[in-house]
């Protein structure tokens, strides 16, 4: 695109891509984007990686959607908004009359901003009448929500991305930082530049492993296995921090008995490591001043998620390693504003701020200030409602912004669930979730409006509009406006900042953040009152939750591992140039030249057993299905374990296991799936 940049005019604004939350300039010309200029936060000083720099070619694509589509004898045919609300509302009224508020559910969305999200669980709860709204955090960070709620008593990020520079010891878990999280990966090579040590626990000998002190190329599912060996050792060699144990803790005991089995050669063996390494990292973990943790899905996507997390939690809480900078467990968030949709009770348990819809208190304060009566009964996640679905106990699914086609686990059940259901996808393209949708209304993209995101690091920043949305579509928020007055619901927002006031009256954690404050820089909650100049670092002085709560947690094999049919571990992740689903990214030319096509990672070793070469096209079979997929072979994955990126569709997800779900959260195990691989002719 040619330009001069005095012809074109700059608006600040936050990237759609990831967690960190980069701020960007958006450089615009005739209504539309031309470049990208970084531009300075707190949370990426002035950095960008590849996808917020170069792909934002999927604004201006011509694949946007423009105009309504409903389905006519099988086929998607253009229409007006009023025929498409018209089919949606006669549904809801319909779907409601015959089977009850809670045959409906809503899919909100991580990608969408936090006004948007709060209207979809208003939508659901005070309109609809029922509280299944739930979004892809469920297959993401659920575990973490759940997790560090229950130990620390808040379900965040406990430090900021940038403080990560002031580490003495980083401990790296489960998180291909550099590739899934660019710019905190910078952040994490300046604090190596400063003298920290890095530990590195991971499957895959991702970038970050080469330059680890200590890397432990740990078996997918061992972690709980790993972080008592940790403690173990930390016990056993006086490093932890009995001060802080005895004043602001709970729990320890047990902790401490339940570790005792947990050797550095006992745990070897559940992580296929030398215990030589667990000790190392354990003694460089707990012999400084402020370690952090960071992890991330190779964490949470586990049927023992939670445990994962709480695991962690019991090593941070062991060392002290709290309510200080440098220190922390540091979970990233994988999508632009899953924090904030988590924060505006896009969940099937809580209104804004995490408040309990459990809590009689709390329902009536919503029924209050909704006008409406609100159901206490907790309703389906994402991973709930699909299967309810295909069950035919959920007849209308209305999906704001996200894509289960590709990013849940075991599509061939996905795609008989959505075939099933009437089903409403709001979006920005046709992506294969919509494919099979019976109402589609075009959205507008982050550039096409204003609001709110909220990053990993718990920080509200804005979003402002640069460019017209294309065609008829229009942003979320609007639509869901104009539905919920359809339904009889009298609710008039002007703008998303009316939307902000409020979330803001009905939340306490975001009580004292406005517009205008959060103008130049972002505040991070909780944020009580106007004077209040946010948090970056949680946990100060003592736990949100008065004292950290140990938890004795055991390692337990994945069920998955046990039909000897399929003997090869998949694991499942991120790569640099794609992002989630790809519905965006895949929209830029030049990534898809860098990264054209799925493949999947094979060992040396286990491709000259299934005489596999680099290149050829390979089957890989799990109890859900089957796909066929390019061979890579590369030694970053152990013999046995092979990895697919998940962002192609009829690929990772179709083999992933969506009935076994972790306890506490009903998170599905996509990091561990047994499969099996052969070469096909
Ligand atoms: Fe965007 Fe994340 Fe890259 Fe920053 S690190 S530019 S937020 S994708």
Known sequence: EKFRYWETKATRTTCSYCGVGCQLELLVKENKIVDIKPAHGESNEGLLCVKGKFAYNFVNHPDRLKKPLIRKNGKLEEATWEEAYEIILNKIREVKEQFGADAIAGF???????????????????????????????????????????TLGSGAMTNGIADVKHADAIFITGSNT????????????????????????????????????????????????????????????????????TNNTEGFEEVATVVKKYTPEYAAKICEVDPEDIRKAARLYASCNAASIIYSMGITQHVNGTENVMSLSNLALVTGNLGKSGAGVNPLRGQNNVQGACDMGALPVVFTGYQPVTNPDIVAKFEKAWGSKLSDKAGLTVTQAIPAAEHGEVKLLYIMGENPMIS????????????????????????????????????AAFAEKDGTFVNTERRVQRIRKAVDAPGESKPDWMILTEIMNQLDYACSYNSPEEIFEEIRSVTPSYAGITYKRIDKEGISWPCPTEDHPGTPILHIGKPTRGTGLFKAVEWVESPELSNKEYPHILTTGRILYHFHTKTMTDKTDGINV??????????????????????????????????????????????????????????????TNGEVLDPYCKIPGFKVSGVKIEKLA
């Open 108 to 150: 909100s969305s991580a990608r969408v901003s936090n006004e948007e999200n709060y209207l979809m669980s208003k939508f659901m709860r005070a309109v609809i009448g029922t509280n299944n709204v739930d979004h892809c955090a469920r297959l993401c960070h659920a575990s973490t929500v759940a997790g560090l709620a229950v």
């Open 594 to 655: 860098v990264a054209p096509h799925n493949y999947i990672e094979i060992h040396p070793t286990l491709a000259k057993e299934k005489n596999i070469k680099d290149g050829d096209l390979v089957k890989a079979t799990s109890p859900r299905g089957e796909i066929q997929v390019i061979a890579r072979v590369t030694d970053i994955v152990d013999e046995n374990v092979v990895f697919i990126p998940f962002h192609w569709g009829d690929g990772a997800n179709v083999l």
């Open 178 to 245: 550099t590739e899934a999280h660019p710019v905190m990966g910078a952040f994490v090579h300046q604090a190596r530049k400063n003298g920290a040590k890095l530990i590195v626990a991971d499957p895959r000998e991702i970038p970050l492993a080469k330059e680890a002190d200590v890397y432990l190329q740990i078996k997918p599912g061992s972690s709980v296995a790993l972080s008592n060996a940790m403690i173990h050792v930390i016990l056993q060699e006086g490093l932890e921090d009995e001060e802080y144990i």
């Open 408 to 443: 849940d686990p075991d599509t061939n059940h996905v795609r008989k669930a959505l075939e099933k259901v009437f089903l409403v996808v709001q979006d920005i393209f046709l992506t294969e979730t919509a494919e099979l949708a019976d109402v589609i209304l075009p959205a």
